[in-house]
């Protein structure tokens, strides 16, 4: 990737580029408490390495600790190459200039022992604004899912308790919780609403045992007129926190106070979770949030762009949701990383562009057959079983086919030699290389050779 320029520039534009793809893969708390804090100090390309500072040994320790492989993945996505990440602390530097530090957005307490702890500053609508029903792409997928959350924000209390969302990961179950926040405040801005998700809630209930304040926490938390509890999968044995959430979810629910729950299961099928809890889980309304379909992925799409102000053509907003099925905020991101691409490359969003950016994304994934690919598609073209292609069966039946199949893996996969030969039943090194060989004759001098490759490509290639 061409990085010459004004250096300084280049450095903002990856690190707000690499904010934004972190924005939408952590939770909105973790992102604005520990990301917005952080400041890049370089990125050496030659080196791949990439240094952030952090304000203090804690959140340096936290990060390097929990959320590490997060950055590194979206300096990758940025980027398009994997990258050292070297996190340091500001105190690390020794003596440093008070007027140049940015005032971080939490609060540091050193505790007698040296240790620093952070406190979140929670407000008491923790509400992302951007999460509305307004912004909300209704699909078939999620229509039962989005009429019930609409129902709910309208009447708190007085429909479903609770309401329970499900869905696989970045289908919109955050999106929704929100919404029904978002919304239910408007309608009614004097009602208590609290977003929070099973980690807070699992923190802030740690916190209260430590600090003796169990009283404010339970204070807190039974006169919400509407919990949005989100992720609740994640309190998973954690029994203390359950018993807790138990005890207001008891409280809230006879009081006829609003639930809402998501999470990535039906309600009983969530493991780890006690039997009373499931089952209260199941008192109201389930509803869940499929994958959305081609038009719908499309419709998303064009709101993103719409939102962000980006200008893209049809063609590749297509290009875009044929090629990402299952998963809102991958399709998001494929649109964000197409749009970190042109500026990097200081080009205008065209069709080749997209198809270079989108290479990367799925070339890992999707578009790398392993060797068990290759056989099945060889086996399938042949009529023969792909266990016969490791026999130790001689028969040219059986030993063409073996032939064109290490040749494709050598070609295909990312395997050695040696490792395709153990796939194909133990054989060593030689007998790949000489299979390579006589498919690469072959196919220079017979064209029913070419013609069979270029079939058993073309469908491996497509799945
Ligand atoms: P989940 O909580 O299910 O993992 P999120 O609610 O965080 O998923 O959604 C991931 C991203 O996709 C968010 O940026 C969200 O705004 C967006 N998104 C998901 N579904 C839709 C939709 N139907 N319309 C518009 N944006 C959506
Ligand atoms: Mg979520």
């Not at 498919?439 to 220079?444: A, E, N, P, T």
């Amino acid at each position: 990737m061409d990085l010459s320029g004004n250096w300084s520039e280049e450095n903002k534009d990856i690190w707000d580029l690499t904010k934004k793809i972190l924005k939408q893969d952590l939770e909105s708390q973790i992102f604005s408490t520990y990301i917005g804090c952080l400041e890049l100090v370089n990125v050496d390309i030659a080196c791949k390495t990439i240094s952030i500072k952090a304000p203090s040994s804690f959140v340096c320790k936290l990060l390097t600790s929990q959320y590490k492989n997060k950055l590194s993945d979206a300096f990758e996505k940025t980027l398009g190459a994997p990258v050292d990440l070297n996190i340091f602390a500001e105190e690390a530097l020794g003596a440093v200039d008070e007027a140049k530090i940015k005032k971080p957005r939490y609060v540091v307490v050193k505790r007698p022992n040296q240790t620093n702890s952070v406190k979140l500053k929670t407000k008491p609508v923790s509400l992302n604004h951007k999460y509305t029903f307004d912004t909300f792409v209704v699909g078939n997928n999620s229509q039962f899912g989005h009429a019930a959350a609409v129902q709910i924000a309208e009447n708190p209390g007085k429909s479903y308790n609770p309401l329970f969302l499900y869905g696989g990961v970045g289908l919109g179950k955050t999106h929704l919780l929100h919404s029904i926040g978002n919304y239910a405040l408007e309608k009614n801005p004097g009602i208590n609403v609290h977003y929070v998700s099973s980690e807070v809630f699992t923190n802030e209930l740690i916190d209260s045992l430590r600090t003796s304040k169990m009283s404010q926490f339970k204070e807190k938390y039974r006169k919400i007129d509407l919990l949005l509890i989100d992720d609740i999968q994640f309190l998973a044995r954690k029994e203390r926190t359950q018993e807790e959430f138990f005890h207001t979810f008891n409280s809230l629910y006879s009081s006829k106070r609003q639930i809402v729950i998501t999470s990535d299961t039906m309600p009983l099928e969530i493991p780890g979770i006690a039997e009373r809890l499931k089952t209260r889980f199941a008192w109201g309304l389930t509803a869940d949030l499929q994958a959305p379909d081609f038009e719908t992925r499309v419709a998303i799409l064009k709101r993103k762009a719409f939102e962000e102000e980006i200008k893209i053509d049809d063609k590749i907003i297509h290009l875009i949701a044929d090629c990402i099925s299952s998963n809102v905020r991958e399709l998001e991101g494929a649109l964000t990383r197409i749009v970190v691409l042109s500026k990097l490359r200081k080009t205008c969003i065209s069709l080749e562009l997209a198809r270079d950016s989108l290479r990367e994304i799925l070339r890992p994934k999707q578009l790398t057959p392993t060797v068990r690919d290759v056989t099945c598609a060889v086996s399938d073209h042949f009529g023969v079983r792909p266990t016969d292609l490791s026999s130790k069966r001689r028969t040219r039946k059986i030993s063409f086919p073996r032939q064109i199949a290490m040749y494709l893996c050598r070609k295909h996969t990312t395997c050695s030699y040696s490792d395709i030969g153990a796939d194909f039943g133990g054989r060593d090194h030689s007998s790949v290389i000489h299979a390579a060989r006589v498919v690469s004759k072959k196919l220079k001098e017979d064209d029913n050779v070419a013609n069979i490759l270029n079939k058993i490509e073309r469908d491996l290639l497509s799945q």
